[in-house]
């Protein structure tokens, strides 16, 4: 058995029970920062290199977080909201 071989069945071990959509590489487990969840999580990486907080079921966390809302991005509000980079006012 060489490093290779080890390395992936300890990860395997330590995410044994999650689902973890194709593509996607585990980084962390923690939990929810909601006070009215708390539910445990996985952060991962999509494959576009975001970072995305999973359920156990391989469902993002944000589809079951009674509050997402809290943790979602404000959109900025000025001339080029909405707009193609292409067609953004310099």
């Given at each position: ?16 029970g ?37 359920d ?35």
């Amino acid at each position: 058995m060489n490093e290779r071989t080890v390395g992936v069945s300890a990860l395997a071990a330590r995410y044994e029970g999650w689902t973890i959509p194709a593509g996607y590489l585990p980084e962390t487990i923690g939990r929810c920062r909601a006070e009215a969840c708390r539910a445990v999580i996985l952060w991962a990486h999509t494959p576009a290199g975001r970072h995305i907080p999973l359920d156990r079921d391989g469902t993002p966390h944000f589809a079951t977080c009674p509050e997402a809302e809290r943790f979602r991005r404000k959109r900025a509000d000025g001339p080029n909201r909405g707009r193609r980079r292409s067609d953004r006012v310099a």
